[in-house]
């Protein structure tokens, strides 16, 4: 991505994220950014989903082994398993 890329604000207020910066952002249809005032500018942050960071740390964790199985965890806890 280009390290200064520059857009115009068309009538209505709007600004078009170039290719490049989409692409790099991983940016999509729908995405949520928040536009933060700075000194001079403007900072813009892709907002993500709570939802998939929490599934992406599960993924991880399972990956790694470090997940217990409900089962497990019953047992541990002395609470009887009704098949």
Not at 24 to 30: I, S, T, V, Y
Not at 49 to 72: C, K, Q, S, V
Request: proline share 6%; glycine share 10%; charged share 35%.
């Amino acid at each position: 991505m280009a390290k200064n890329v520059s857009v115009r604000m068309d009538g209505k207020g709007r600004l078009t994220l170039p290719r490049s910066v989409r692409e790099a952002l991983h940016a999509k249809p729908g995405d949520v950014f928040y536009l933060q005032p700075d000194e001079g500018g403007l900072r813009i942050v892709k907002g993500e989903n709570p939802f998939d960071a929490l599934a992406e740390e599960a993924i991880r964790e399972d990956d790694a082994g470090e997940t217990i199985a409900l089962d497990d965890i019953l047992r541990r806890e002395g609470i009887p398993l009704d098949e």
